[in-house]
């Protein structure tokens, strides 16, 4: 059994289901029936999470492999978010789904988010989104060492590479609260499978289609511009 690819099959698999949920609930079911299109997309964030520290776990248990994950913000911060979302740390760190339906006035109400999204290092490489709460990764990354296991350096080093220091200010200028900005997850998620790929590709003998075609376009993939977000302000709604 070679564990790395059964956990890379498993991540490109958990990809594959996030983005159907997506296009699913962007082509209608979202307005059809909003708890099942959330539903769809929140259990799909949970198991590309999951299957991104079984990566973290085969790599930690191959003698051929001594990286320091925590050592890459890009890939610290994955880690970080799946175990706030195992350990229930700061609301799980919710997506914008789950933060408007429990801080909305009323659900249905037009309420306005600040949208930080991180444009592709090359021409026509956006991804789709899935934006999340600044409000509760900051307040994630501010709890103690002792309840997160997130040691002080480690959380520094993620500000850093999100370039969160300027969060605020996006708030600011568009005259809103720091608790309605939220940031595109998914050019993350890429940016550390486009950091790992090239490290253990030698040992993944894909063996679906979904694992290949995701070998392919990570190893070459550039990073997202992380310190040049594209800003977009708006209402927010969706349906009881």
Partial sequence: MNTITDAFDDFSHSL??????????????????RAEAVGNIENAWSSVLNAFHSLYDAMEKDPG??????????????????????????????????HYVQEAEKIGRLEMYLLLDFPAG???????????????FNELLALPQGTTRIRPVIAQAIREYLGTASFNSYAVRYDLA????????????????????????????????????????????????????EISVGPIAYMP
């Fill in 16 to 33: 594959r289901v996030l983005q159907e949920a997506d296009f699913r609930a962007a082509s209608g079911l979202l307005v059809v029936d």
């Fill in 178 to 229: 720091e608790n309605r900005v939220v940031f595109n997850a998914i050019p993350l998620i890429c940016n550390a499978a486009a950091t790992l790929v090239p490290i253990i590709e030698k040992s993944i003998k894909s063996t679906s289609t979904e694992a290949g075609a995701f070998l392919v376009l990570f190893k070459d993939m550039p990073q997202s511009l992380m310190h040049e977000p």
């Fill in 122 to 136: 090359e021409e026509g490489g956006d991804t789709f989104d899935l934006y999340l709460s600044w409000e509760d």
């Fill in 65 to 98: 492999y001594s990286l320091d994950w925590y050592a890459k913000p890009e890939l610290a911060l994955i880690l970080v978010l799946r175990n706030a979302r195992h350990h229930n740390h700061a609301r799980k760190v919710r997506t914008l789904y789950a």
